[in-house]
């Protein structure tokens, strides 16, 4: 089929500088995919590439060639290039195509998320900044009501960090509150279980990727012996092909696993991590990657459809000052969509 397409790039700015222990977000660039039948004008889709520079397996100097080439293809009817070391764009097409099936409403999944009538409950995320920033975030997330709050550990002086957690925990209890902890890789190999042994004193639900991508023996270990059960994260964003990703849990053997759809092939791709993680008893939830609210919304939507329970990572919508209006809100720390009519897409005109 033919399609009329073309590609935006746009830059997202945050409301205040987001630290990670690899350093400080200000700004975040999306590429949004919008297509229209080509025996049509009156709707089109619209699919958002989320790449993120340092991160991403497709931060690559030919990434907008590459969308070049893909539109070509759409407008010529031709084959589409392969995207398999592409996988943002493979979810921003394939958001745009399930867009443009449901002619364009912005309702890529039917169901009582879309018709706000279930919400979804998500995680607070508390950014990396001075010990008195983030004492500040963790009230704030309290006060709207969020019951699991994940905290990026780091780029402190750790003992700093064990100290806001302390705080939270001398005011809450596990029932009350959970904590997750996200260390991005930061710890030494031969730290890290002394630092985990450290952290579990104040009952931590979990702790993401706590040593970087590619020590799969030491995470392997880690697994076995760590008091807080470990996430993998940054570990699965290379890994595209399925026995790629089966050889890495069947070896690791983490707890859980945290899986963006637009570092790992979008809705299809990541299916694949959650039936070799359910085959093997290990537990998932699902975050967005810095989207803006178009990418959110299809995660979310797409999210809604598994019926889950535990928190998932989606609250990212309001970091920014110019994100896209849209319907999602969060209340009562869940993710809601409520009134889709009120979807504005001037930046595509």
Same mark, same amino acid.
């Given at each position: 089929?033919?399609?009329?397409?073309?590609?935006?790039? %746009?830059?997202? %700015?945050?409301?205040?500088?987001?630290?990670?222990?690899?350093?400080?977000? @200000?700004?975040?660039?999306?590429?949004?995919?919008?297509?229209?039948?080509?025996?049509?004008?009156?709707?089109? *889709?619209? /699919?958002?590439?989320? +790449?993120?520079?340092?991160?991403?397996? !497709?931060?690559?100097?030919?990434?907008?060639? +590459?969308?070049?080439?893909?539109?070509?293809?759409?407008?010529?009817?031709?084959?589409?290039?392969?995207?398999? !070391?592409?996988?943002?764009?493979?979810? *921003?097409?394939?958001?745009?195509?399930?867009?443009?099936?449901?002619?364009?409403?912005?309702?890529?999944?039917?169901?009582?998320?879309?018709?706000?009538?279930? *919400?979804?409950?998500?995680?607070?995320?508390?950014? +990396?900044?001075?010990?008195?920033?983030?004492?500040?975030?963790?009230?704030?997330?309290?006060? +709207?009501? %969020?019951?699991?709050?994940?905290?990026?550990?780091?780029?402190?002086?750790?003992?700093?960090?064990?100290?806001?957690?302390?705080?939270?925990?001398? @005011?809450?209890?596990?029932?009350?509150?959970?904590?997750?902890? !996200?260390?991005?890789?930061?710890?030494?190999?031969?730290?890290?279980?002394?630092?985990?042994?450290?952290?579990?004193?104040?009952?931590? @639900?979990?702790?993401?990727?706590?040593?970087?991508?590619?020590?799969?023996?030491?995470?392997?270990?880690?697994?076995?012996?760590?008091?807080?059960?470990?996430?993998?994260?940054?570990?699965?964003?290379?890994?595209?092909?399925?026995?790629?990703?089966?050889?890495?849990?069947?070896? =690791?053997?983490?707890?859980? =696993?945290?899986?963006?759809?637009?570092?790992?092939? *979008?809705?299809?791709?990541?299916?694949?991590?959650?039936?070799?993680?359910?085959?093997?008893?290990?537990?998932?939830?699902?975050?967005?990657?810095?989207?803006?609210?178009?990418?959110?919304?299809?995660?979310?939507?797409?999210?809604?459809?598994?019926?889950?329970?535990?928190?998932? /990572?989606?609250?990212?919508?309001?970091? %920014?000052?110019?994100? =896209?209006?849209?319907?999602?809100?969060?209340?009562? /720390?869940?993710?809601?969509?409520?009134?889709?009519?009120?979807? @504005?897409?001037?930046?595509?005109?």
């Amino acid at each position: 089929m033919r399609y009329s397409s073309k590609w935006t790039k %746009y830059r997202l %700015y945050f409301k205040r500088p987001a630290g990670t222990s690899r350093g400080t977000l @200000h700004f975040k660039d999306s590429w949004f995919i919008q297509l229209k039948n080509s025996a049509t004008d009156s709707y089109y *889709g619209i /699919g958002e590439c989320g +790449m993120l520079r340092g991160l991403s397996y !497709d931060d690559r100097p030919d990434y907008e060639e +590459m969308l070049d080439h893909l539109c070509l293809a759409l407008n010529l009817g031709k084959p589409l290039p392969d995207l398999t !070391d592409f996988p943002s764009i493979r979810f *921003g097409l394939e958001m745009a195509l399930l867009d443009l099936q449901n002619q364009g409403r912005k309702i890529l999944f039917e169901g009582d998320f879309t018709q706000g009538k279930k *919400g979804i409950p998500i995680n607070g995320l508390i950014w +990396m900044g001075s010990k008195e920033d983030m004492l500040c975030q963790i009230e704030e997330k309290i006060k +709207m009501e %969020y019951r699991c709050i994940k905290i990026k550990i780091g780029a402190l002086n750790f003992e700093d960090e064990i100290s806001v957690i302390q705080h939270i925990r001398k @005011h809450f209890s596990s029932k009350e509150i959970t904590i997750r902890l !996200d260390a991005n890789g930061a710890f030494e190999k031969n730290e890290a279980l002394e630092k985990l042994n450290r952290l579990a004193e104040f009952e931590i @639900h979990s702790i993401e990727q706590p040593i970087r991508a590619g020590l799969n023996e030491s995470l392997a270990q880690l697994s076995i012996d760590s008091p807080i059960p470990i996430a993998l994260d940054e570990s699965l964003i290379p890994l595209q092909t399925l026995a790629q990703k089966s050889a890495l849990l069947h070896f =690791i053997r983490p707890q859980y =696993i945290i899986l963006k759809p637009s570092f790992l092939g *979008g809705i299809e791709g990541t299916e694949q991590w959650i039936r070799i993680a359910e085959e093997l008893k290990i537990h998932w939830w699902i975050t967005s990657a810095l989207e803006s609210n178009i990418g959110l919304n299809a995660i979310a939507q797409w999210t809604g459809t598994h019926n889950v329970s535990l928190e998932q /990572g989606l609250g990212t919508g309001q970091l %920014y000052e110019n994100n =896209i209006p849209s319907p999602l809100k969060i209340k009562g /720390g869940q993710l809601w969509s409520k009134n889709n009519d009120i979807w @504005h897409e001037h930046l595509f005109a």
